[in-house]
């Protein structure tokens, strides 16, 4: 490479494209990025800068071509259930075309109706599609819109999509970072990559190179793209631009997620397909067989008549319903979730949530509170445990399993006050909510002390600060001096454990200052270790008498009295370890995915019971680089907690499951969550913490943050899901004896027992109005006892010979009232053959319909009968009831009814014969079925 340089900045470089993007930056010297670079401390010239900007491009997210609106609505008809309706519509309407002006509105209902519900399913479909394509432009806003960069020598402000690599970013508090590069200079500079890591702590940077093969969340001499100062000064020089930088990264793998349709989608399709053959097959033998029996059917009056009939059935067969059902019980589900914060942005989500068989959680402030938590104090001696957890400041301090009393103890109380004193974070309650101003790690000490009954306003007035030398990485140690009510002057020190006893010589102990002895030393280091292994971040305090002078440096950290360790943890949530358990009872298991060390993940998820056997494994991002594909998918289902990940971890860990069969359930909060939540069957974004484009790429935002919040939405996804189930259930055991029946009639050379309106009512009165009011059934008890479906099984597997048993009752008793009343006379002495056809019509009528309606009363549950659940339970389903029977009923007796539909009044005695059979469907009772595995529907 040929360096020319001028005026203090390089000229011109033969710096390639290739070369950047392979490079490890973070793990070399400053000097040796710069060269690699062809740059220097004082930026590039403008003449370079715009031959790079040729040479990279722009600094900006690439987007591959996106489909249009037009193109996302049409997407909605290649449904195959769509589809089916769609041929339906046009049936209908040519049916209706073929009467010419005979048409009256009644021969165009099923078409607006079908219509109607197509035009809905689109429009629903069309909404959540076109919003789901929103996450690469809510990336985008991450972007910074200007920079700071070393131009000719001089500071120049640019817009960011004009930064290149090699630039020189100035970097200062408040400013979001245009790309990615590697730091050349950090005066106390500290970022928030919570966006791109998941985690909220500050990072501290620094100018030292890593080691190479450090996760995202350890390269601190490292900026990335999107983040932010939030403390300090310094200096990067720009080492990836664009789709090159980590953001870019995370980008494509947004772009290239596969999005598969959900479970629910690819059921129905599958039903969709195998009923329309059925359908037609049976409808075109019906139609040829009429023609054969009747010659005379060719004329075109019998024709029409012929082929509306056939229509009717074919109309009636199909179950147009089902679309609608579907979309009433996911809109219902997606009501009811919202009520207990889960917000779903696409209506199939709610129902996959029900068939979820993995879930990935996302530790900090979803698994836990996302709050510090002091557990255990070591001081005079002694181990205290502390209650209690999160900010709001109740709890209590236990010393060998009985309550202690902090005022009555001088080394508690003296500890803390110094962890309260040495403190620049306060608790406040907003509104009943207890939150943290300023640091969390501090936060927690003051939580503690509160508990002890302390107020830090209080000791702010009794010992007002005269003097602070703060916190640095490099010190690991903050003091703040204070005067004191009795006049002295006292330094407060708190710190990294190992750094605080190196200054102390003495140790507060029985209500004394003594000797700090080797021994000693050892033993509280040990106590530190103990801590740490339970996973608990620790820091030590100690404290100094000092004489007033005018200003006090680092020398009034030396010779300190230690008084204590506190031990503090981001605690477990309650309802998650409750939600958990409830998980394992469900058969869902539960996988921890954190960027937080793996001594803390295992700790936790220990804690919560995620980790209870000793199979159960954890994985850190290291470890899961090192294997191949093979061997992961071999141990994936073994693994409990992956700790140090990065965004294509999360993706591998999505893929790997999924692969083995499961459903798979993904949180995230951080940018570099989006693409393993695109990828997963369930993204759940966070609410609270959740950047938008983590929302943008998810199926369903918690308003609260929480893992239990993701249970209660997968237990009202399986009771979407058995609701459906319930419907398609009901369906086809009520839909297709008109079929058989008018089939058989037709082979026999013999009247229809029923018209096309009669079948069209049928349709209308037990499809409408009961068999929607399934999909408003309360939940069964057992819904979170039982394991998650097979994802593979059918939306009627289990349950095709309570559909054949049915389908025969059903055939047999409309079959057996025509013959007996139409061809015998029975009942129906002393009328004519015309006559005895309108009343065998009229019986064979009623009882279908009011068969039906008793049978949905056995849909509403897979082990148990009508007469053992509650018939007030679903009023929606009993007020329908006595709607379709009341209107049944006035086909029969009002005048101009009888005409449109061709029924007669009917005697008690006929009453007595066709509700006698219409009754038998409460026999076929769900507990002689359960759990039988003949044929299976597939």
């Known amino acids: ?92 309407l040519l049916s209706a075309y073929v009467k010419g002006a005979e048409a009256t509105l009644e021969d165009y209902a099923d078409a607006i109706t079908i219509a109607v519900i197509v035009l809905l399913n689109a429009t629903v479909g069309f909404v959540q599609e076109y ?43 408040g400013d979001r970072i245009a790309a990615d590069g590697r730091v050349i200079e950090a005066i106390e500079l ?82 969709a397909k195998n009923l329309t053959k059925f359908i037609v097959f049976v409808c075109a033998v019906i139609f040829v067989l009429e023609l054969i029996r009747e010659p005379a059917a060719l004329e075109p009056e019998n024709l029409i008549e012929y082929f509306m009939t056939v229509v009717a059935l074919a109309v009636s067969a199909v179950p147009e319903g089902l679309p609608a059902i579907v979309t009433i019980a996911l809109a219902l589900g997606a009501r009811e979730l919202a009520k207990h914060n889960a917000v779903i942005r696409r209506l199939a989500a709610a129902e996959t949530l029900g068939s979820t068989t993995v879930i990935c959680s996302d530790k900090t402030g979803t698994l836990t509170k996302g709050e510090m938590t002091v557990r255990r104090i070591y001081c005079g001696n002694r181990t205290i445990e502390v209650t209690g957890s999160g900010y709001e400041p109740k709890g209590e301090f236990i010393l060998n399993g009985d309550p202690l009393d902090p005022k009555d103890d001088e080394a508690l109380s003296l500890l803390l006050r110094i962890a309260t004193l040495c403190n620049n974070s306060r608790l406040e309650n907003d509104g009943g909510h207890w939150r943290i101003t300023g640091d969390p790690t501090e936060g927690a000490l003051v939580v503690a002390a509160c508990k002890a009954g302390l107020k830090p306003e209080k000791l702010d007035e009794e010992y007002p600060r005269i003097s602070e030398i703060p916190f640095s990485s490099e010190r690991k140690r903050m003091t703040t001096i204070h005067s004191a009510p009795n006049g002295e002057i006292h330094a407060y020190i708190k710190g990294a454990p190992e750094i605080i006893l190196k200054r102390c010589s003495r140790i507060y102990e029985d209500g004394k200052e003594k000797q700090l002895t080797e021994y000693g030393r050892m033993r509280i280091l040990q106590i530190n270790e103990e801590f740490a292994k339970n996973a608990l971040r620790v820091l030590a305090f100690a404290y100094r008498r000092l004489p007033k002078a005018r200003q006090y440096t680092e020398d009034v950290e030396n010779n300190l009295v230690f008084v204590g360790l506190m031990g503090m943890i981001d605690p477990p949530r309650e309802e998650a370890i409750e939600a958990n358990q409830l998980c394992r009872k469900a058969g869902i298991r539960t996988v921890m995915i954190t960027g937080d060390h793996k001594l803390t993940a295992t700790a936790v998820a220990k804690e919560i019971g995620i980790i209870e056997d000793e199979g159960d494994l954890v994985l850190t991002g290291e470890e899961l680089d090192r294997m191949s594909d093979e061997e992961f998918e071999r141990i994936v289902e073994d693994v409990r907690v ?87 259930f009901f369906l086809m055991r009520s839909n297709f004896d008109e079929l058989a029946v008018i089939a058989t009639f037709a082979f026999l050379g013999m009247p229809l027992p029923l018209t096309a309106a009669m079948i069209l009512w049928i349709n209308l009165a037990t499809d409408g109005g009961p068999a929607t009011a399934l999909s408003f059934d309360p939940p069964l008890e057992d819904v979170m006892a039982r394991p998650p479906r097979d994802p593979k099984q059918g939306i009627l597997h289990g349950r095709l010979l309570q559909i054949i048993l049915s389908f025969i009752c059903q055939y047999v008793g409309t079959t057996a009232i025509f013959i007996l009343v139409y061809k015998y006379g029975f009942l129906a002495w002393g ?55 009341l209107g049944t009923v006035a086909l029969l007796y009002v005048p101009f009814l009888q005409v449109m539909f061709g029924t007669v009044p009917l005697n008690l005695q006929q009453w007595l014969l066709v509700g006698s059979i219409a009754l038998s469907g409460f026999l076929l009772l769900p507990e002689l079925f359960y759990g039988k595995k003949i044929l299976r529907w597939e």
């Open 131 to 173: 919003r789901s394509e929103r996450a690469m432009e809510a990336l985008k806003e991450y972007a910074a819109p200007r920079a700071r960069v070393l131009r000719d020598g001089r500071e120049t402000v640019i817009p960011a999509e004009y930064v290149v690599p090699g630039d020189i970013l100035l970097l200062e508090s």
């Open 1 to 92: 490479m040929n360096l020319l340089k001028t005026a203090g900045h390089v000229e011109t470089s033969e710096l390639k494209g290739t070369d950047i993007v392979a490079e490890a930056f973070h793990a070399k010297e400053v000097d040796e990025v710069l060269r690699f670079l062809n740059t220097d401390p004082n930026g590039l010239s403008s003449e370079e800068a715009n031959r790079r900007l040729r040479e990279y491009g722009l600094n900006v997210l690439a987007e591959k071509k996106r489909v249009g609106p037009l193109q996302i609505f049409l997407r909605q008809f290649k449904d195959v259930f769509v589809l089916m309706l769609l041929a339906a519509i046009v049936i209908s």
């Open 642 to 728: 992956y700790a140090r990940v990065s965004p294509e971890h999360k993706l591998r860990i999505v893929r790997a499951l999924k692969k083995k069969g499961h459903i798979v359930a993904m949180t995230g909060d951080g940018v570099n969550d989006a693409p393993a939540l695109k990828e997963a069957d369930i993204g759940v974004a966070m609410g609270i913490t959740g950047t938008d484009v983590t929302k943008e790429s998810a199926d369903m935002i918690l308003l609260d943050d929480n893992f239990a919040t993701i249970v209660n939405a997968v237990k009202h996804g399986r009771i979407i899901y058995d609701n459906i189930r319930k419907f398609a």
């Open 190 to 271: 500290q970022t928030n990559e919570a966006v791109l890591t998941g985690e909220s702590t500050p990072v501290e940077k620094h100018i030292n190179p890593v080691r190479e093969d450090a996760p995202i969340g350890d390269r601190k001499c490292m900026v990335f793209m999107g983040t932010h100062v939030i403390y300090g000064r310094g200096k990067a020089v720009v080492t990836a631009t664009g789709m090159n930088t980590e953001f870019g990264r995370i980008a494509g793998m947004i772009q290239e997620a596969e999005e598969k349709p959900p479970p629910l989608k690819v059921k129905l399709n599958r039903f």
């Open 831 to 885: 009328l004519d053959e015309a006559e005895r056809l309108a009343l065998a019509r009229s019986m064979c009528f009623t009882q279908a319909t009011l068969r039906e309606l008793i049978i949905v009363w056995n849909c509403r549950s897979e082990t148990k009968c009508a007469f053992r659940l509650s018939w007030t339970s679903n009023k929606f389903l009993l007020i329908s009831e006595v709607a379709s029977i």
